[in-house]
DNA sequence: TTGAATATCTGAAACGTTTCAGATAACCTA
DNA sequence: TAGGTTATCTGAAACGTTTCAGATATTCAA
């Protein structure tokens, strides 16, 4: 690969004039610009970026760390957070932690030792993090994505979970569902617990009462939702409507749902939160309470710049989900 | 930021001897790497990566350039690819395109001026494409993933793409279809020709004639593919069958159908290529030419590792597709 | 014509590492 | 005890940039 030294042979001038000519950080002669250009082109020369970097002090990568980047929910974030990263001109490091806590530190180290400009940490599913650790490797530009650490005061992004729960029990409610179950996410995760709580707010709110017992465990991953669904349909009072937590327990609960052969929604009402864009033109279509995703990505991306340079107390932004309303779900007579 | 001299410093030794425990590259006493340690821990510190790199003169780092990360297809590739990359010892730098010929080259010259370790680039769908440009970038190691450059001598992983299209096709003329609608990709992509080419032999070795007419654009968005779908299933004589060619335009045809208010199998089959994980659960249960994509990038990333240190001359290596049959097709009595 | 002001260019130090030749100390062996 | 090994440790040179103080050449006003 060549160097600067190379240029600066070629052009027959001084290495500092090359770097000058290249970054235009001053002014150069007409001649000395076309011999330096002329150089340049001829050899191909590619700036080393970590030397630059080195040198400056500074790097133009930020960091992702994300549980899963094939789960659709993540992947529109990371898009979201991509366009917003490159119109601020920064890349993306992307890491997956598999919901694995160990990779989170390791990843997290890796991107402290890159010296990134700062780091988006959305924390899996993992029953116990290492807070400790990642609280000091979190101490620089940071802002945590989706979910966020009572014990750890950092800036963060969230979705509003106690409303999207509110949202879809409101919904079925509405439509005159009394029994509804609700298929939660893992119950140690603070989101699963936000969302169920914002389902009882609705029937409280509807002067309804909150049996806990259709509440039952999706984990994070469809299979353990299928098998909870199929519990929880398969009771002596069957619920009319069912709420699906996340988009994994959503596969799982319109999977139970076509095994037993109870149609949706004529025999069985389905609320999800998480929307499925790519489900579009599947039947049903999915009456879901959708997130904000471009604008998480662009908030955490924003944020995360503005904490580079300021010393504010961390700031937790809390984003409003929609409740989109289409064929799942239906009024019950 | 502490540094290599703060830790000796604290520890009193020289920067070297800090290296060397750091690194472990030499024997050192006990006493030595105790004292090592203890100031590493108290201090925090984190190797500077790009100090590191800068003098080894290798990055531990893989580029990969998609189309875009928020499509299905190229997520669960990028999950792979990353999966594969860890296990490597590398992270992943990611960046989007959105299909872009102008970011494909900017992307790529970022990459290697960042000196990463190689390159997986994912060409997008435009219809002109810098290919001097991309060629002089793609000289150090790279991997073209997904769609080749038939200009460009460089090694790549691909699917049978006439393969796809011929199980597509085969799996429906076994099952008496005769008038089949394909609802193609951009004609200038070669992607877009392999698929139709291996319908058109499928229909070829069954015998039957091959209706150009029945084939339309279906673009690389939903949008078009559900105006061509519209389109040709108001033809005079309806086609029985049709086939999706990619996951953009299965979205597209199956919202056209619903819209039409045509039933999926009963009314119009639908046979797809790239399969909807995230469908599953929804109706119809999908019949798809599904891509071996862990195969593929965990190839890619192997093809990319073995170039880094070898003069071999470039392969393309093709992958073959596999149909799974689910509910979306019929026979036709 | 001269001195000052300006325009243009360059040498060399730094950024934080790794690495290797050499320094020092400690241990053997004869 | 002298000489040679061996075991540890360190100084300093690189890696490829940026940047700034200084060098050189040019221009201008008086």
Redesign the interface.
Same mark, same amino acid.
């Given at each position: 690969?060549k160097t600067l030294k190379d240029v600066a042979l070629r052009a027959g001038v001084s290495i500092a004039s090359v770097s000058t000519v290249i970054n235009n950080t001053a002014a150069v002669s007409p001649a000395m610009r076309k011999k330096v250009e002329r150089a340049v082109a001829d050899l191909?020369y590619?700036?080393?970026?970590?030397?630059r970097?080195?040198k400056m002090g500074r790097?133009n990568?930020i960091g992702l760390i994300l549980p899963?980047?094939?789960n659709?929910h993540f992947?529109?974030l990371?898009?979201a957070i991509?366009?917003a990263c490159?119109s601020a001109g920064f890349?993306?490091?992307?890491?997956?932690t598999s919901d694995n806590a160990e990779k989170e530190v390791r990843?997290l180290?890796?991107m402290?030792?890159?010296?990134v400009a700062g780091v988006i940490f959305v924390p899996g599913g993992s029953p116990t993090h290492d807070t400790e650790a990642l609280g000091?490797l979190l101490e620089g530009p940071a802002v945590l994505l989706d979910r966020a650490f009572a014990s750890l005061a950092l800036d963060c992004v969230l979705l509003d979970n106690v409303e999207a729960g509110r949202l879809a029990a409101d919904h079925l409610v509405q439509n005159g569902h009394r029994r509804i179950g609700i298929v939660a996410g893992p119950p140690h995760l603070q989101i699963s617990q936000d969302r169920v709580a914002g389902c009882r707010a609705a029937m409280r709110a509807h002067g309804l009462p909150f049996e806990e017992s259709l509440v039952v465990d999706g984990g994070f991953r469809?299979e353990l939702a299928y098998h909870a669904t199929r519990a929880v349909l398969r009771r002596r009072a069957r619920p009319t409507a069912v709420i699906a937590t996340s988009?994994h327990t959503?596969? /799982?609960?319109?999977?139970? *749902?076509?095994e037993l052969g109870l149609r949706c929604p004529a025999d069985v009402s389905v609320a999800a939160i998480d929307d499925?864009t790519?489900?579009? /033109?599947?039947?049903?279509r *999915?009456t879901a309470v959708a997130q904000p995703i471009e604008a998480m990505g662009q908030e955490a991306v924003r944020r995360l710049l503005a904490r580079s340079d300021s010393r504010a107390s961390p700031q937790c932004v809390v984003l409003p989900p929609r409740l989109i309303i289409r064929d799942s779900t239906r009024v019950l007579e």
């Open positions: 690969m191909g590619i700036p080393h970026a970590l030397a970097n080195l790097v990568v899963d980047i094939a659709p992947s529109e990371a898009s991509e366009v490159d890349s993306l490091m992307l890491c997956n990843h180290r890796m402290r030792a890159q010296r000091r469809p988009n959503t596969v /799982g609960v319109m999977k139970a *749902l076509a499925f790519w489900a579009e /033109g599947f039947a049903p *999915l």
